[in-house]
């Protein structure tokens, strides 16, 4: 199974801060990565796939990067909605498998 | 848009099998990759499989216990899972998109208790 480990597992963040959440593929996967919000009590919501492309409807300061085996995710202003948990999950091969989660809490 | 809603119960005892219907609304089960995935605080999010047309791809780790099937008269889509343990305690997520599809739409997720 391709692992994935994102760092960090938790950040503190105050509105307005730019932040980047890292994502590394244990062997490349090209760029079939995708990132995902999750609020606390509500089901994921994909922000980014192919490591690059926004997802209609999300706001354009978030913003993904990267191939093979290394990824990032920015948010370049943090607004208050932002502080939530982001997984990154590989769709390059069977098993599809995701990240552990970084945890972005407010200072 | 595209809407999923999971049911089924609540509570399964060890070594029974757990069921869940997935209802879509909104879309066509004759496209699209159709997903299950499952959360714990644990282990996190983990990918059970996923269909498309008449093709099924299961985790490895669960495949000899999983079934997926579909009703396309009704648009639902079904997860059978036997055998189960207090590991199997998760919260059950369907979802449209799969290996080749992003991960688009999600259910709400259904929380199943593997308890006696």
């Known amino acids: 199974d391709i692992q994935l480990t994102q760092s960090p597992s938790s950040l503190s963040a105050s509105v307005g801060d730019r932040v980047t959440i890292t994502c590394r593929a244990s062997?490349?996967?090209?760029?079939?990565l995708n990132w995902f919000q999750q609020r606390p009590g509500k089901a994921p919501k994909l922000l980014i796939f192919?490591?690059?492309t926004l997802q209609s409807g999300v706001p354009s300061r978030f913003g993904g990067s990267g191939s093979g085996t290394d990824f990032t995710l920015t948010i370049s202003s943090l607004e208050p909605e932002d502080f939530a948990t982001y997984f990154c999950?590989?769709?390059?091969?069977?098993?599809?498998?995701f990240g552990q989660g970084t945890r972005l809490e407010t200072k | 848009q595209v809407q999923l809603q999971e049911s089924g119960p609540g509570l399964v005892k060890p070594s029974e099998t757990l069921s869940l219907t997935c209802t879509v609304s909104?879309?066509?089960?004759?496209?699209?990759?159709w997903t299950w995935i499952r959360q714990t605080p644990h282990r996190g999010l983990e990918w059970i499989g996923f269909?498309?047309?008449?093709?099924?791809n299961y985790n490895p780790s669960l495949k000899s216990r999983v079934t997926l099937s579909v009703d396309t008269s009704k648009n639902q889509f079904f997860l059978r899972l036997t055998s189960v343990t207090a590991a199997d305690t998760a919260m059950y997520y369907c979802?449209?998109?799969?290996?080749?599809?992003?991960?688009?739409?999600w259910g709400q997720g259904t929380l199943v208790t593997v308890s006696s």
């Open positions: 979802v449209r998109g799969g290996q080749w599809e992003p991960l688009d739409s």
């Open positions: 909104g879309g066509s089960l004759t496209n699209n990759y």
């Open positions: 269909f498309y047309r008449e093709t099924t």
């Open positions: 062997q490349s996967i090209s760029t079939h």
């Open positions: 192919a490591a690059s």
């Open positions: 999950q590989q769709s390059y091969r069977s098993p599809i498998t």
